[in-house]
């Protein structure tokens, strides 16, 4: 256990280059041509649009040997069958004219390697989507990412790295060995960056998972992979928070330590590819630090969160997958809030807090008293009421089997607050009513001008039940508590994304952009309004897109 290579201040072998490939998948049976097929479309301003079509594919998810067809399970969960498509939409409704940049939308694509299909949601290989936006009219695209980890399981028809809950199978003893020996120093870890997509301050944007060499750059324009992020410094480590903090002007991230059980906090300048550590955190309790799939920061502060929900080296070693997969649940460790200044990397505030789990911190801001000094932090989660089976509720035969049927775990927006007094405990309470959402939500985005200052608005996935997974677009007032809901029946829409008006003054002044998944194999796009939350224009696509998870906005230039 001790010699594991997981710690954050250890070197690993850096992976070498490799430039976007236009070889087709030899896995995939069907590959749409751009431009096959004209329709036409008047707008409400009788503008003739001219629309390339794609022929609609026949959509499958092979599943251990047996073929399910998109007729059988929803388009949300079955892998897209063509590598790559782009074209035109037709756009009903009115799309605003200051909308001008690319959406891109990263996540799971493929879950199959011929008749092997994947057990989890977070394991299949990443497919980017582009949205572009020009003038009223919207073009799209997809690709897959060329990850080393796809371009094996193409070449080699079967499983090269370890995947979320997948380990390749072994032929031999011997071959074990290399594999747990690869796992020690990261070779054999997937760099299948299926998780985010960034713009880093430089204008550069890279699709990121939780393992460090899963960081690929991509061209906004073509969704083309261009290369590996390599990170130049000498911090080593294996895995990173999945969501960085990115601005125009930094990149904060936390580099787990599994060894000596604690984080790094880390920044980046734009342009760099160097890390330089701003402090450290010890962790308080558990065997090993808690999950940072995410985390917060205010103006000032890094907030640092140690949930129980903790890395597991054993279960990381294992074939087959633990109900927890590399995680354990240890709420006999408690869990904590930790705070550090981000100009000196002092820790201002090491608070308890009651346990949680959260995939994806909301935002924070710094709560100030009647003199204006910071009394205390609020940072606010998608929290399950500290329940770990949201994790196994992921597993695709879930998904696929349970569709209708009302098992989504409940989950609020909660709210911790953490003192700076020096008291040693904080608190954790549901910033509205749960009812208010469906107690289902996840996959918030804010107005990223309101990043780490006291905001109003939220934007998130939540619950029409009975439902197996968030099915709504909902807007959230943390102010008047209350919530504002789009619903589709049968549909399954992907995290609602909201981008700014150009000189707006008012935090919901924008529109929110969500791709979502229809049950009969079709999907679209779909604008709201960011105040209103009306829906303001859909774009419908030739096929349907598989469920994704994060995307960022790319201004034009």
Not at 263 to 282: D, F, T
Not at 317 to 327: I, Q, R, S
Not at 361 to 385: P, S
Not at 412 to 434: Q, Y
């Given at each position: 256990m001790a010699s594991l290579a997981l710690s954050a201040t250890s070197s690993y072998a850096k992976p070498s280059l490799t430039a976007a490939s236009d070889a087709h998948d030899h896995l995939q049976k069907e590959v749409f041509v751009h431009g096959r097929g004209i329709s036409c479309q008047k707008n409400k301003k009788s503008d003739l649009i001219m629309t390339r079509v794609a022929t609609k594919p026949t959509i499958t998810v092979p599943a251990h040997g047996k073929d399910l067809t998109s007729t059988q399970v929803h388009t949300a969960w079955t892998s897209i069958r063509q590598e790559r498509w782009e074209g035109d939409l037709d756009v009903e409704g009115q799309l605003p004219l200051w909308l001008n940049g690319t959406y891109l939308r990263n996540g799971p694509g493929l879950w199959n390697i011929g008749d092997y299909g994947f057990r989890h949601l977070f394991d299949g290989y990443a497919m980017l989507v582009g949205l572009h936006f020009k003038n009223g009219r919207l073009t799209a695209g997809h690709r897959q990412i060329e990850s080393d980890a796809y371009k094996a399981a193409r070449k080699n028809k079967k499983l090269c790295y370890r995947e979320f809950s997948e380990v390749p199978k072994q032929d031999n003893f011997l071959s074990y060995v290399g594999d747990l020996a690869g796992l020690f120093s990261g070779a054999s870890l997937t760099d299948n960056a299926n998780t985010g997509v960034v713009k880093l301050g430089d204008g550069r944007v890279v699709c990121l998972t939780e393992t460090q060499k899963g960081s690929i750059i991509v061209d906004p324009e073509t969704l083309e992979t261009v290369g590996k992020f390599e990170y130049t410094d000498m911090l080593g480590g294996l895995i990173h928070s999945a969501h960085?903090?990115?601005?125009?002007?930094?990149?904060?991230?936390?580099?787990?330590?599994?060894?000596?059980?604690?984080?790094?906090?880390?920044?980046?300048?734009?342009?760099?590819?160097?890390?330089?550590?701003?402090?450290?955190?010890?962790?308080?309790?558990?065997?090993?630090?808690?999950?940072?799939?995410?985390?917060?920061?205010?103006?000032?502060?890094?907030?640092?969160?140690?949930?129980?929900?903790?890395?597991?080296?054993?279960?990381?070693?294992?074939?087959?997958?633990?109900?927890?997969?590399?995680?354990?649940?240890?709420?006999?460790?408690?869990?904590?809030?930790?705070?550090?200044?981000?100009?000196?990397?002092?820790?201002?505030?090491?608070?308890?807090?009651?346990?949680?789990?959260?995939?994806?911190?909301?935002?924070?801001?710094?709560?100030?008293?009647?003199?204006?000094?910071?009394?205390?932090?609020?940072?606010?989660?998608?929290?399950?009421?500290?329940?770990?089976?949201?994790?196994?509720?992921?597993?695709?035969?879930?998904?696929?089997?349970?569709?209708?049927?009302?098992?989504?775990?409940?989950?609020?927006?909660?709210?911790?607050?953490?003192?700076?007094?020096?008291?040693?405990?904080?608190?954790?309470?549901?910033?509205?009513?749960?009812?208010?959402?469906?107690?289902?939500?996840?996959?918030?985005?804010?107005n990223p001008a309101y990043l780490g200052q006291e905001y109003r608005y939220a934007y998130a996935c939540g619950a029409n039940r009975p439902c197996n997974f968030p099915n709504t677009l909902t807007k959230l007032d943390l102010e008047d508590k209350s919530a504002t809901t789009w619903y589709e029946e049968g549909t399954v829409p992907s995290e609602p994304f909201f981008v700014g008006r150009p000189g707006a003054t008012e935090e919901d002044d924008g529109v929110v952009i969500s791709i979502v998944s229809e049950k009969n194999g079709c999907g679209y796009a779909v604008v709201l309004d960011g105040c209103t939350f009306q829906e303001i224009a859909r774009a419908k696509f030739p096929y349907g897109l598989p469920y994704g998870l994060h995307g960022c906005w790319v201004p034009k230039k």
């Open positions: 960085p903090i990115v601005t125009d002007s930094e990149f904060l991230t936390l580099l787990p330590d599994l060894i000596n059980p604690g984080y790094l906090v880390v920044r980046m300048e734009p342009g760099s590819n160097e890390r330089k550590v701003i402090g450290r955190v010890e962790c308080r309790g558990g065997p090993a630090p808690g999950w940072v799939h995410s985390f917060p920061v205010t103006e000032h502060y890094v907030v640092v969160p140690e949930m129980p929900l903790r890395y597991c080296a054993q279960n990381l070693l294992k074939a087959e997958p633990t109900p927890l997969y590399k995680f354990e649940w240890h709420p006999e460790s408690k869990a904590f809030m930790h705070v550090m200044c981000k100009a000196s990397g002092k820790i201002v505030a090491s608070v308890e807090v009651p346990l949680f789990v959260t995939f994806h911190f909301i935002n924070a801001y710094e709560e100030k008293d009647e003199e204006g000094r910071v009394k205390a932090i609020i940072a606010d989660c998608c929290e399950h009421n500290a329940d770990t089976t949201v994790l196994d509720k992921l597993r695709l035969q879930e998904l696929r089997s349970a569709h209708g049927k009302d098992v989504l775990p409940d989950a609020r927006i909660g709210r911790l607050t953490i003192p700076l007094d020096g008291s040693p405990k904080g608190t954790l309470e549901a910033a509205m009513d749960p009812n208010q959402h469906g107690r289902g939500l996840d996959m918030c985005s804010i």
